[in-house]
């Protein structure tokens, strides 16, 4: 739809880039943004930091332009305009995209095309609050995109700097894999949204279990982007009150036939259930879901979510399970040390289990310069841990990592702490 036409009411009905596609017309950059990943010696020990004001954000944006903004994030500068710039190799692409065609070129170009009405990097407009007008502003997010010399170099809108780079607090750390591998946008939203409310539950609450966190239902459209505030007074005006009556919205935006899913059944079938599986299917989290109910009136959807690979069941584990900003922060150190011999997943259980990063590093460099082949990798790691081993010796050769045992197959021996073998017992039941 023509983004400046209005309907009869004047209304502008925006839907979301993704409701617009019309997969027998989709071009072959949608193509690539809906397909996952394959090369993952590229993506699968990434991550990338995004501001929390930047993921709840209400707008709209293509899935092309959220995971250019990840991969982007992994080479980035600062010009003297106070804009992020982000420059991304062509080869780069092909091989995360996994694509040799030359089509490739032409559909970057076509993205980069501000004279295209949709479809281009463009679209991922969002809507912040000015604390100082009181207003909602409506913000782009990518201000221009060029494809020139095999490379393809994004600015950032510099209002929107201190959410990108430098970041400090309130943020949230995503997987460049995981973000690859979802095919839908609906799907990435709804990741970046819960994993972000996840991460601040933790900080505040910090403790085993599961987190359960509600939306009314027009809230989490809003924040998936199937709808938007944009050239809506009466809804601009309603989202700028501290506590919107989503209701009075409902009202209004089914009136004005905005919401394309305005039948709750429809949002379940087409948006939250294929997401939800989604996510369970291909990331660190899991998700349960249950509408909540007024009366007979479905108004809203309360998720469940839970990381399953993480230890709860020790209460002294579950105190160090606090991800506060300053061990997200390890995390990404040790990450960048200990990528090429372990995963993320089995680096976040080495902080976990350790409390602070210096016992890791401690037990790694015993790992790096052990003198004999060691079969299971993580056994050895986790046990350097538990002892406390840092003395280093000769430098051994190191089994791959492919040939690395499952975290949970290694045989703990001689502990005493009763406890910690009940954890050992649950953490293998949950893996048989």
Not at 178 to 201: C, F, G, N, P, Q
Not at 265 to 274: A, E
Not at 398 to 418: I, L, T
Request: aromatic share 8%.
């Amino acid at each position: 739809m023509d983004k400046n036409k209005m309907d009869k009411n004047g209304v502008t009905p925006f839907l979301s880039a993704e409701d617009k596609l019309d997969n027998k017309n989709e071009t072959f950059m949608e193509r690539l943004a809906n397909q996952s990943a394959t090369s993952h010696d590229i993506t699968s020990f990434k991550t990338y930091r995004k501001s929390n004001s930047l993921i709840n954000a209400k707008g709209r944006g293509t899935l092309m332009a959220q995971k250019l903004f990840a991969i982007g994030m992994q080479r980035v500068t600062v010009d003297k305009t106070n804009n992020v710039v982000a420059t991304i190799l062509t080869s780069d692409l092909k091989k995360i995209f996994n694509t040799n065609s030359g089509s490739l070129y032409t559909s970057i170009e076509a993205a980069c095309d501000h004279s295209k009405s949709d479809g281009t990097l463009f679209d991922w407009t969002i809507m912040q609050k000015d604390d100082e007008k009181q207003e909602i502003t409506a913000r782009a997010v990518i201000t221009d995109a060029i494809f020139k010399n095999g490379k393809l170099t994004i600015r950032f809108n510099n209002s929107l700097t201190n959410d990108i780079v430098n970041i400090k607090n309130n943020y949230t750390i995503l997987s460049l894999k995981e973000t690859m591998d979802m095919k839908s946008v609906y799907s990435l939203r709804l990741l970046e949204i819960l994993k972000s409310a996840y991460s601040l539950s933790c900080y505040h609450n910090p403790g085993p279990g599961e987190r359960v966190f509600d939306y009314h239902i027009v809230e989490l459209k809003f924040d998936l982007g199937i709808i938007t505030p944009e050239g809506d007074s009466k809804i601009k005006n309603e989202l700028n009150n501290d506590n919107p009556d989503y209701d009075k919205i409902q009202k209004w935006i089914t009136k004005n036939k905005i919401d394309k899913y305005c039948l709750v059944g429809d949002f379940q079938k087409r948006v939250i259930k294929p997401s939800v599986a989604e996510i369970n299917k291909k990331t660190d989290i899991h998700l349960e879901y249950e509408t909540i109910r007024s009366g007979r009136k479905v108004t809203g959807i309360r998720f469940f979510v839970s990381k399953p690979d993480v230890i709860t069941q020790n209460n002294e584990l579950a105190a160090n399970n606090n991800i506060s900003i300053s061990e997200d922060d390890m995390l990404d150190e040790l990450v960048d040390l200990m990528h090429n011999d372990f995963k993320t997943s089995e680096i976040r259980i080495f902080l976990q289990l350790a409390g602070n990063m210096d016992k890791v590093k401690n037990a790694y460099e015993y790992f790096k310069t052990y003198p004999k082949d060691i079969e299971n990798t993580v056994g050895f790691m986790r046990e350097a841990i538990l002892k406390g081993y840092s003395e280093t010796k000769p430098r051994r050769k190191k089994a791959a990592v492919n040939e690395q045992a499952n975290f949970f197959d290694f045989e703990q021996r001689d502990y005493s702490d009763e406890e910690y073998r009940q954890i050992e017992e649950h953490m293998r039941n949950r893996n048989s």
